[in-house]
């Protein structure tokens, strides 16, 4: 190599970084092979495609298509339907409601169930005494939140509070006491165990994970009104799925302009960050566009006592008032915030944060007109 | 290969493995383990329900005790006098063609396993 080409080779190494294509809202991981891309295209079919009765939707259901509530602005983006959850919390434990229909109430019916019970929804546990509004949280990068590791999650716990600063989170546990991560309760471990059981809790397809339907307020579905044989969807149709939830990237923040980035680290300043870490790191994975991948995450995968005026529901070893810390990805396709859509705007958001971000929020609240600003056109970035 | 093997009792515990793997008559009954959250148990009458599931999308399993399991401790598992709801445990049992159905042949406690 000549000096001159070495120059060139070094100036073109500089401009790389600059040079690099955004990641926009939807789109695949960069670095994924042509047989991953084969898989996450084939994948977005059948999370886009449309069940009918024929087809195994129900009888009870939620949508007739994964991509019917991640719609906007793209398959596997938010949406604008609200789900309604139900639990019973007891003496300190929680009671999922398995045997009145499980914590998810589907509030759809096919024509078939609703001609042999007269029902038009699953009927509301009646040994509820919590209910919880769900909104739809996009699915960009979970693939990626999927593979960081307990020893990282366990790591950022502090259930004591040993540093002091008012933030103690510690992880769910699954049924089977394994560490959690999805949900908004941090309920279930793994990125495949959600869309299984999603299939089924949303849409009522049964599958080789999961391939058996819920049952009707506890009581067996009526005979006749499910005909499609189970499981609804195969393997390969799940597995195709599951890569194409694994495969989303997460968007590139837009770019920041000088106020975006003095909100960037007010956000830091005031302590959101005590929750909403900015980065966390994927582990080993056969899959190189998802091995060892530092990404903009902006939560520690962790439960937080947010306050009696957010509480909701448990699950798990979460109690009513404790949700993970909401990932930020993608955070400017939303149009409704917090786990319920309470808040219509990200500062309504920020004010209705209570419990262990108490302090965070009263810093936000005493900052001045234009530092929430900068937070706020920080935070719409994302 | 860890969380392989956590899913394992997943798979195990649905009907998929009985028809993958329908015993003749020369092989022993099937066995299934499942682990879950324990939901009830009355010691009195036998009886475990236990809450497994996938996702969101969660069971509930009822099974009756076996012998071992109701009134002495097995080499190395519990008696269901030993468990409590919110228990997390393992369970292994069989299925029997008549009732009650699910026998349980041994419980343990299991610490909850990271990845």
């Not at chain 1, 019917?68 to 604008?80: A, I, M, N, S």
């Not at chain 1, 009104?225 to 989303?248: G, M, W, Y």
């Amino acid at each position: 190599m000549t000096v001159s080409s070495r120059w060139v080779a070094v100036l073109l190494s500089l401009l790389a970084p600059s040079c690099k294509k955004p990641v926009n809202p939807g789109d695949p991981l960069p670095g994924l092979t042509a047989e991953q891309l084969a898989r996450f295209t084939r994948g977005k079919e059948v999370f886009d495609s449309v069940f009918t009765p024929h087809t195994g939707l129900g009888p009870l259901f939620n949508s007739t298509s994964c991509g019917e509530c991640h719609e906007d602005p793209v398959v596997g983006g938010t949406g604008d339907e609200v789900e309604v959850h139900a639990t019973a919390f007891k003496n300190g434990m929680c009671d999922p409601l398995v045997q009145e229909g499980g914590p998810v109430i589907q509030l759809h019916t096919t024509p078939a169930l609703k001609k042999a019970l007269g029902i038009d929804r699953e009927p509301f546990p009646p040994s509820a005494n919590g209910r919880a509004s769900r909104t739809t949280p996009v699915v960009f990068a979970r693939g990626l939140m999927d593979l960081v590791p307990d020893s990282a999650i366990l790591a950022y716990a502090d259930s004591e509070d040993r540093n002091h600063d008012g933030v103690h989170g510690r992880p769910n546990r699954s049924v089977d006491g394994r560490i959690g991560r999805f949900g908004r309760k941090a309920f279930v471990p793994t990125l495949a165990e959600f869309n299984a059981g999603a299939f089924v809790a949303e849409m009522g397809i049964t599958n080789p994970v999961q391939p058996t339907e819920e049952n009707i307020g506890g009581k067996p579905i009526p005979p006749g009104v499910d005909s499609t044989a189970d499981p609804e969807i195969n393997q390969e149709e799940l597995d195709v799925t599951d890569d194409f939830v694994r495969f989303l990237a997460a968007p590139t923040p837009t770019k920041l302009d000088r106020n975006g980035r003095r909100g960037r680290d007010l956000f830091s300043k005031i302590g959101c960050t005590g929750c909403h870490f900015p980065t966390l790191r994927t582990g080993a994975s056969p899959i190189l566009a998802l091995d060892r991948h530092e990404f903009a995450a902006y939560t520690d995968l962790l439960l937080h006592d947010m306050g009696q005026d957010l509480a909701d529901i448990c699950l798990g070893q979460a109690g009513p008032a404790d949700f993970r810390t909401e990932p930020l990805i993608g955070l400017r396709a939303i149009q409704h915030f917090l786990h319920d859509g309470r808040a219509a705007t990200v500062d309504q958001a920020i004010e209705l944060h209570g419990g262990e971000a108490s302090g965070a929020r009263d810093r936000f609240k005493a900052l001045a007109a234009e530092d929430r600003a900068a937070v706020v056109a920080f935070l719409k970035s994302l | 290969m860890l969380r392989a093997v956590l899913l394992i009792p997943f798979l195990m515990s649905t009907p998929i493995r009985h028809r993958l793997q329908a015993p003749t008559p020369t092989q022993p009954a099937t066995s299934y383990t499942y682990v879950g959250t324990v939901h009830a148990v009355n010691a009195q009458t036998g009886t475990l329900d236990l809450i497994t599931g996938v996702g969101m999308s969660l069971r509930l399993v009822h099974m009756t005790a076996g012998p071992a399991v109701r009134t002495s401790s097995p080499a190395s598992g519990l008696r269901i006098a030993d468990v409590k709801p919110g228990d997390v445990v393992r369970v292994e049992c069989r299925r029997t063609s008549a009732p009650p159905g699910l026998v349980v042949n041994r419980i343990e406690k299991i610490e909850a396993p990271a990845r």
